[in-house]
Each structure stands twice: as C-alpha cells, then as structure tokens.
C-alpha cells in the first residue's frame, strides 16, 4: 500500500533555501504533490511532478524527485516569512483514481 | 473564478447528535472530494462523488455519508457523532476526478463535538 512520510519541522533563517524531504513507497507511476496549510485555512497547492520526470522548477520553488529511492524534496529559494506554515507532500498512485494519500506534515518556521 | 467554497466555517454539536457540511465546488468541475484533516491520524480521504455517484470510498464507519447534487454541490453528513470525529473537513473539486487531475481545496469545517 501507499504510504507517505516527512519530517515534522523544519526552522530556517528569513533569506536562506529550506529543502522539505518527503519518502513515498507506492512504486508504480505516480503524481506527487506539495501542498502549503497556513494556520485556519485549506490546503493551497504549490506544484507537482509526475513519477518519469527528475526536476521540476516553478519561480522559487524546485522539486527534486528520486525514484530509486522514493525520495520528493521541495526546495524554496530565498525563503521569507510568508512562507511559514505547514506543507504536505502527497500522491496519487495510478491504481487510485483521484485519491491523495498525505504525509504528516513538516512545519516550517521562518525567522526573521 | 470563485474558488471552493465550504459552508459553515465552524461547527459545535453534541455527542449523538448529526451534522450536515457543505461543498461548493468551483464553476465547470464536477469532481468533489472530502478529507478529514485531525492532529493524530493527519489528512485522509472520505469519499469522491462524480455526477452525482460516489466514485470512491475511504475507510471510514457508515456514519459518514455523502451526496452530490445535479449542480455538482456535494454535502456530507455525519450521523451520531463521537468525539474523535472532531477535525477539520475539507473538500476539494476537480474538472472531473481524472487522475492526476489538479484538485482545488476549500478553507474547510471545522467541527467540533463536545
């Protein structure tokens, strides 16, 4: 079965890159997503990549995938304060019609 | 374009008591799905309804139930409610829940039973 894992938190200095790590152990094709939570409010979706792809960049975002080892990390570039808040890594196998499977998490704090 | 949009916002009830949450999705999609986000179990998946069919279910008990009507608006209902069903519910739309498919999530519900 699915199953996705990140680490809980992550604190960064306002202007430096967090990298967020997510694993996933589906192995078939798969989409992979990251999403952002701020504090009272929905899931807002930032990008996604499909499993035959390795990069993709989106303004400061870039998201690393390696398949080998069923490892998605999401790079911010020049990380400010906005960008505190919660982000979710999920997939959706082929074998799953439209349904997310999430992972727990990782806040991230931004210091000024 | 409005956006996904989730009626009440906040919700008290009572031990035994049912609720109704609804979802209105985004112009033209037809896909409405709902997840129950809690602190200890995280986001997990309800159920899917797609012109008016429920196309996929989670593991959840029978107490929740779904709908969705011709306009694509979806409600969920929660019948005798426990105090582990307190959690936030989301609901998310898509042009038609085709896989991959950019899913669009609502500010959500958040219930609370006491």
């Known amino acids: 079965g699915e199953d996705v894992e990140q680490s809980l938190f992550l604190s960064v200095r306002e202007g430096d890159s967090s990298v967020i790590n997510c694993t996933y152990t589906?192995?078939?094709?798969?989409?992979l997503y990251w999403y952002k939570q701020e504090p009272g409010a929905g899931l807002q979706l930032l990008t996604y990549?499909?499993?035959?792809?390795d990069m993709k960049q989106d303004q400061r975002l870039t998201v690393l995938l390696n398949k080998k080892d069923k490892h998605l990390s999401l790079r911010i570039a020049d990380t400010q304060t906005g960008d505190s808040a919660i982000y979710f890594c999920?997939?959706?196998?082929?074998?799953?019609?439209?349904?997310?499977?999430f992972g727990g998490g990782t806040r991230l704090m931004v210091k000024p | 374009k409005a956006g996904v949009t989730q009626t009440p916002r906040y919700l008290i009830k009572t031990r035994g008591q049912q609720v109704t949450l609804s979802c209105s999705p985004i112009?033209?999609?037809?896909?409405v799905s709902w997840y129950q986000q809690t602190p200890g179990q995280g986001l997990q998946f309800l159920f899917e309804?797609?012109?008016?069919?429920?196309?996929n279910k989670g593991n959840f008990p029978g107490r929740f139930s779904g709908r969705q009507f011709s306009n694509s608006r979806s409600e969920m209902n929660v019948s005798t409610l426990e105090l582990g069903d307190s959690a936030l519910y989301l609901c998310?739309?898509?042009?038609?829940?085709?896989?991959?498919?950019?899913?669009?999530f609502g500010p959500g519900t958040r219930l609370l039973v006491l």
């Open positions: 998310a739309s898509s042009l038609d829940g085709g896989w991959g498919q950019t899913q669009y």
């Open positions: 589906d192995s078939s094709s798969t989409y």
């Open positions: 990549i499909f499993s035959n792809m």
């Open positions: 999920a997939e959706i196998a082929n074998n799953a019609g439209n349904m997310l499977t």
């Open positions: 112009s033209g999609h037809r896909s």
């Open positions: 309804y797609f012109s008016e069919t429920q196309r």
